[in-house]
């Protein structure tokens, strides 16, 4: 999804847990470009799996 101001955003359709939210995971992660974008993801993800295990 695209901004009125021109960024890109992306959503996570399941919330994380809570124990990684609290963590600093975002569910919800914005960036200039697409490669800036997938880099956001790919960071929430991996704050993620370092929660988990």
């Known amino acids: 999804m695209r901004s009125?101001?021109?960024r890109l955003w992306a959503t996570r359709e399941r919330p994380f847990p809570s124990a990684v939210e609290e963590a600093g995971?975002?569910?919800t992660v914005?960036?200039?470009d697409l490669v800036e974008?997938?880099?956001a993801?790919?960071?929430q993800?991996?704050?993620a799996e370092?929660?988990?295990r």
């Open 37 to 39: 974008l997938c880099q």
């Open 4 to 6: 009125d101001a021109g």
């Open 25 to 27: 995971a975002h569910r």
């Open 50 to 52: 370092g929660t988990v």
């Open 45 to 47: 993800e991996g704050i």
């Open 41 to 43: 993801i790919a960071a």
């Open 30 to 32: 914005d960036a200039d």
